[in-house]
């Protein structure tokens, strides 16, 4: 594992693993885009490739690597397990299995027959076919379009900032016996600069419902109220860094929950029927049945919604002891949270690997749900994107010009292939591979195009 | 197919021919390297030169794909070198060092490129370089990245932002009484056992006194840093059992650590008034020995592994010690280096009721560790040699008219691709008129002889100088890397020294200023010396720069804007004290240019104004930062 340390910070052991055991198939002929390809694959942990050709009279492009299997053979941790076939040939295999693989990489695919055919296969399938990722490179710019078949759930999706599951608006009651054990009423500043800022916050919300305010609590109210509860102690108080967190921090006893919006119309969506048998990623099918065990425990409950407590607790100011105890009280509900789910999986009889229930009920606000598009493969044909259209032309009816010269609005589309733009977008597919096959982090949903002049770049659904 | 061909397609016979000819400089080989280096002879640049100080580890191996298990421990630049040969066509030129390093790569050796690759690692290399571009007015392309996220910024001197123009975050530090006496969380016990114990213990000298003139205590308690300083002399005791190898005494070390400098942390009093006491180990905790238990990486076992794992890895470290003569320093992929910091952590950590910590997590802390993948070094290293074309300006189809028409990239956090954002594409924002290094003052390369270097009086320099770039009679001379004031209106004591007596020589950097001025000042030029022994005797050749009049800064500024920018970010030459040796330390902020707001008693300061509003700007810049006596490229 020493070799993958700095990305298993990224996604985790469990991640990594998925890595190493899932095997990925690029299709397409021998460019520089399929070298960086295949190279990243193989450093990210990647130990079974398969390699669909499509031959290629000419060349396109400069090759790092003379021979794929020997090359790729140096960057990859264990016996790399490494296949070529055709792809005209396989395409006419009905009993050709797909199903195995991860995800299909589709690279710079000129045919348009062959993505029919593809198309055709992968419809026959239904839900069990790999997500498939289509990139092509022209010029200064690219695409890459992801079609799913089935459901994809991200287990976490890392957002930029991460949002702690408090439960500020409603405590459970050895929370709220927490927060009375602290009467400010009857403490001097000193012990009052002990006391975390979410115990502050929430006595004034506490107050605010006593007070009658029963609708959603804004954070001028917020504010007032925790003045009227802390200046009484002293007008040295606004000093203390505590005062000042809960005055920062007043905004979270505002949102409606504490934990993501998102997450409970996700859930509200989320019915049985959604749960077919046809599954071609476990994980899918795990986080699923993690999500529908979540939507009966409220029922059996009679509760609007149950939510497993994630049991972080952020740093702030406080005595440490103070601090200690209000941690232990997340930790042994997001424990006891997350036996109440256990033995409903266990009385429905479902089973979910111990890792994946571990990491779905410590990050339950992270989980994202992504649809398969309305659109199958052939979304490109039909778009009214004007890089995305020139770029289809190019690749499906046009021969790549000679000349230099351009006179559409895309300047250098129809030139040769750029190595640097075949390495960027080399980078930018696999990355969503990854993300696909470790269910960290969201991918693309699901087209995105890159203009090499001047960097930009869109992410569009079809 | 030749390969050519597909290039000259892409940018046409005469930019090819030029870029055939042209020099590049990738500094670094790592992970944005090595795909840097890939793109780039792809590209078939004339001639790369690569310099990296690293050899390779393990955890490379994710993302550095020029290298292999068997090339651990190699020089990373001339392994990547000969990885590459089978699909070259340039010349390229490996170095292993460090690009700092001013005796093996001088001014001068840079001069021969055409645009300098950034590949880096740290802060202090990349702003390095980037002193280097602003003085050669060399091309920069700066990239970097952590995890998902990635940057890629082209900077054209005098013409766009350099690396300096904005703020960078800098490594955070703690007040030494968190670290020492009360600390609480993690961090503060990770860094004490990483930068204090193991220091003391295996790093240091065995003698001598912490220098402790300027520490940050963090408490003006006089009680608390007795108590600091006490401790300190002890652990040099603690030390001599290291160089004992007597594995018996190494309870001793526990029972010094962990139960009579908690008592005597507890003996004082008004430290633990809003503070949770910390709880001293037991006797009986020290001397049970328990089975270690070989635990995995990402757990945190008991209180009592980790004393038996302290003890253990104690012995082994003991054991090494005088095999590495007498100096273990902390390195992150040292297993045995890490464990001992994780132990010892771990224990400070329960003893303060703070939760501890798995190996792989102290080891991100202690090690620094920033997560990297091969896919957003792809991706960077991609669109950094993409803009190389349009920085040299061979795209005759989108020919760079302005430098502020293109564009740098973000990559963003990983999880926003579905909202609409994969990269963000700021176009480059032309010189903060503020920035200490690119647009506060005028800069210039001096072309020294050394045996001018060793004859040259201070007196005659300054007069040379001041006479070069009509300077009035008052002026200020500063050795602008150390902050040393060389010479002022009441600071001659240096004048019949030469340079390099005053420890001037090759690669210091003096800022010379004019203290005269009333309204009208002449704009401060900071001077590299430039020592190359290939030149003739008897030169010192002072580069044709325009040195502008500027405002002073006592003239009120019409410009808002201007006095906006200005806010904080002035360089302030503060004398405060008088050494004995004549030379006179300014006040140093950590070897950067301090931002002083009071002023001191006795003390000469007045910042240097922004320019004048009368000169345009765009104007002033380029006639600063074209050396005429450089064989630069035009950029225009």
């Given at each position: ?13 469990l991640?990594?693993?998925s890595?190493n055991r899932?095997?990925v198939?690029v299709?397409?002929?021998a ?23 499509v ?7 400069s090759?790092?690597?003379a ?12 016996q790399?397990?490494y296949e ?25 695919i ?9 198309n055709e296969?992968?419809?026959q399938r ?8 289509n ?19 991200v287990?976490?999706a890392?957002?930029?900032?991460k ?7 409603n ?12 009467d400010?009423?009857?403490?001097d500043?000193a012990?009052?600069?002990?006391i ?7 006595k ?8 009658g305010?029963?609708?959603r ?5 917020m504010k ?20 000042v967190?809960?005055k ?13 919006k998102e997450?409970e119309?996700?859930l509200?969506?989320?019915e ?31 509760e609007?919604?149950?939510?497993p ?9 406080s005595?440490?002891?103070n601090y ?19 033995e409903s999986?266990?009385?429905?009889k ?10 779905f ?20 044909f039909?778009?009214?994107?004007a890089?995305?259209d ?18 559409d ?11 640097s733009?075949?390495a ?8 969503e591979?990854?993300?696909l096959?470790?269910h960290?982090?969201v ?5 995105f195009?890159?203009?090499?002049i ?9 | ?11 046409g016979e ?6 055939r000819?042209?020099r ?6 790592g ?7 890939k793109?780039?002879?792809l590209?078939?640049?004339?001639e790369?030169?690569i ?13 550095q ?7 651990i ?18 010349k ?9 390093d001013?005796?093996?790569f ?6 021969q490129?055409?645009i ?6 740290n ?14 007015s ?13 940057y ?7 013409k ?6 904005t703020k ?7 007040p030494?009484c ?9 961090i ?5 056992a ?6 003391q ?16 205590w ?5 009680e ?11 652990l040099?005791e ?6 004992s190898r ?15 400098d ?25 001397n049970?020995p328990t089975?270690?238990a ?17 003890i ?7 054991d090494?010690?005088?095999k ?12 045995d ?12 950590s ?22 990297a993948i ?6 960077v ?30 990559t ?5 691709l579905s909202?609409?954002?994969?990269l963000?594409?700021?176009k ?18 001096i072309?020294?002889?050394?045996d ?5 009086k201070l007196?005659d320099?300054?007069?040379?100088i001041?006479e ?5 009679q008052?002026?200020s ?5 150390n902050?040393?004031?060389?010479f002022?209106?009441?600071f ?5 020294r030469t340079?390099s007596?005053i ?8 800022l010379?200023?004019?203290e ?10 900071e001077?590299f010396?430039d ?23 006592n ?8 006095e906006?920018?200005e ?5 302030v030459?503060?004398?405060n004290s008088?050494?004995?040796?004549g030379?006179v ?10 931002i ?12 240097v104004?922004?320019?004048i ?7 002033r ?16």
């Open positions: 594992m020493e070799r993958y340390d700095r990305q298993l910070r990224l996604w985790g052991a991640g990594q693993d890595l899932s095997r198939c299709v397409g002929p460019t520089p885009l399929l070298q960086e390809v295949f190279k990243n694959l193989v450093l990210a942990g990647i130990s079974s490739l398969t390699w669909l050709k031959e290629c009279a000419v060349q396109s492009g090759l790092f690597l021979e794929l299997k020997k090359d790729l053979e140096p960057l990859a941790s264990k790399l397990e070529e076939n055709d792809l005209r040939k396989t395409l006419q295999q009905p009993q050709y299995d797909w199903t195995r693989f991860s995800v299909v990489i589709l690279t710079c000129g045919e348009q027959t062959a993505m029919l055919d593809l296969i992968r419809r239904g839900t069990k076919f790999p997500p498939v990722l990139t092509f490179v022209s010029g200064f710019y690219g695409y890459i379009y992801l079609v799913l078949s089935e459901t994809h759930f287990l976490q890392h957002p930029d900032s949002k702690y599951d408090l439960r500020l608006q405590p459970w009651p050895e929370l709220i016996n927490y927060v009375d054990t602290f400010l009423s009857k403490m500043i012990t009052f600069s002990g975390p800022y979410t115990v502050l916050l929430m004034c919300i506490a107050k605010l419902e006593r007070d305010n029963n609708g609590i804004t954070i001028d109210q007032k109220v925790l003045d009227q509860i802390c200046l009484p102690l002293g007008n040295d108080v606004i000093y203390e860094p505590n005062y967190e809960a920062r921090y007043a905004y979270l006893a505002c949102s409606q929950n504490d934990c993501c997450l119309d996700l509200r969506n989320l049985i029927s959604d749960y077919g048998n046809d599954w071609h990623d476990t994980y899918n099918y795990e986080i699923l049945t993690l999500l529908l065990t979540l939507k009966n425990i409220a029922k059996e409950n009679g609007l919604s149950f939510q407590l994630t049991g972080t607790l952020p740093d702030m100011e005595t440490t002891e200690i105890r209000l941690k232990k009280l997340y930790e042994v509900k997001a424990k006891l949270d997350k036996s109440r789910v256990e999986l266990a009385r429905s479902k089973k979910v690997s111990q890792d994946v229930l571990e990491t009920c410590s990050h339950y606000g992270e989980v994202r749900k992504i649809l398969p598009p309305k659109s199958d493969l052939l979304g490109i039909s778009t009214s994107n890089l995305l020139a770029l289809v032309m190019v690749q499906f009816w046009e021969q790549p010009a000679v000349t230099a010269e351009d006179k609005e895309f300047i250098g589309l129809r030139v040769d292939d750029n190595y733009v075949m960027f977008f080399g980078g930018a597919v696999v990355q591979a990854i993300k096959i470790t960290h982090y991918p693309i949903d699901n087209l195009l890159y203009n090499g001047n960097n930009s770049s869109a992410t569009y659904k079809i | 197919m030749p390969r050519e061909t597909s290039l000259v397609t892409i940018i005469d930019s090819y021919k030029k870029l000819s042209s590049c400089l990738l500094v670094g080989a992970g944005i390297g090595s795909e840097l280096l793109d780039i002879i590209m078939e640049f004339g790369i030169h310099v990296d100080l690293d050899t390779i580890d393990l955890s490379n191996l994710n993302r794909f020029l290298f292999r298990q068997k090339d421990k190699q020089p990373k630049s001339t392994t990547a070198v000969k990885a590459v040969q089978h699909f070259n066509n340039s390229l030129v490996p170095y292993q060092g460090n690009v700092m001013i005796s093996t001088p001014l001068h050796w840079f001069e490129f055409d300098i690759f950034n590949a880096l690692d802060l202090a290399a990349r702003r390095y370089v980037n002193k280097i571009s602003q003085f050669l060399l091309p920069l392309i700066e990239s970097g990245t952590a995890g998902f996220d990635g890629m910024q082209p900077i054209i001197p005098g766009t932002e350099c690396f300096e123009c960078k975050e800098t490594p955070k530090t703690f030494v968190t670290i020492r006496s009360t600390p609480s969380q993690p503060h016990c990770i860094v004490w990483k930068n204090f114990l193991f220091n213990l295996f790093a240091s000298e065995t003698s001598g006194n912490e220098d402790d003139n300027d520490q940050d963090g408490t003006d308690d006089a608390e840093i007795k108590r600091i300083k006490q401790e300190t002399n002890e040099y603690l030390q001599k059992i290291i160089i007597d594995a018996s005494r190494i309870p001793e070390i526990l029972n010094k650590l962990f139960i009579q908690i008592n005597k942390l507890l003996a004082i009093e008004n430290l633990w008034k809003t503070r949770t006491k910390p709880v001293p180990l037991s006797d009986s905790q020290i049970t089975k270690t070989q635990s995995a990486s990402n757990s945190v076992g008991t209180i009592q592994e980790q004393i038996s794992n302290f253990n890895i104690t012995q082994k470290l003991m090494r010690y005088p590495e003569q007498n100096h273990i320093e902390f390195d992150k992929d040292d297993a280096t890490l464990e001992f910091v994780a132990t010892a952590a771990n224990i400070r329960h003893i303060f009721n703070i939760p501890m910590k798995s190996v792989f997590d102290i080891k991100q802390i202690a090690g620094n560790i920033i997560p091969a896919t957003t070094n792809a991706i290293a991609g669109a950094s040699s993409l803009i190389s074309l349009r920085v040299l300006n061979l795209l005759k189809y989108a020919p760079t008219t302005k430098y502020t028409d293109l564009n740098m990239a973000f963003a956090k990983a999880s926003n909202q609409n954002r994969y963000s594409n700021p480059l924002a032309p010189p903060n008129k503020n920035c200490p290094v690119c647009s506060k003052v005028c800069r210039g390369v072309k020294l002889s050394s001018c270097l060793n004859k040259m007196s320099f300054v007069v040379l001041r070069k770039y009509s300077y009035p008052d002026i001379l500063l050795d602008a890397s902050q040393r004031l060389l002022d209106y009441d001659e004591d240096l004048n019949d340079l007596e420890n001037l020589g090759n690669g210091s950097i003096i010379f200023s004019d005269e001025g009333d309204t009208m000042i002449r704009k401060a030029i001077l010396l020592v190359d022994d290939e030149l003739p005797c008897n030169t010192c050749s002072l580069p044709d720069v325009e040195v502008p009049l500027i405002k002073a800064n003239s009120p500024s019409k410009n808002e804007e201007e906006k920018n806010k904080g970010a002035d360089v030459a503060t004398t008088h050494g004995k040796d030379i330390i300014l006040d140093d902020d950590e070897g950067e240019i301090t002083d707001a009071e002023p001191i008693n006795g003390s000469k300061k007045r910042p104004d922004t320019e509003s009368e000169a345009p700007s765009n104007k810049t380029k006639l600063v930062n074209e050396p005429t006596n450089s064989d630069i490229v035009e950029l225009d």
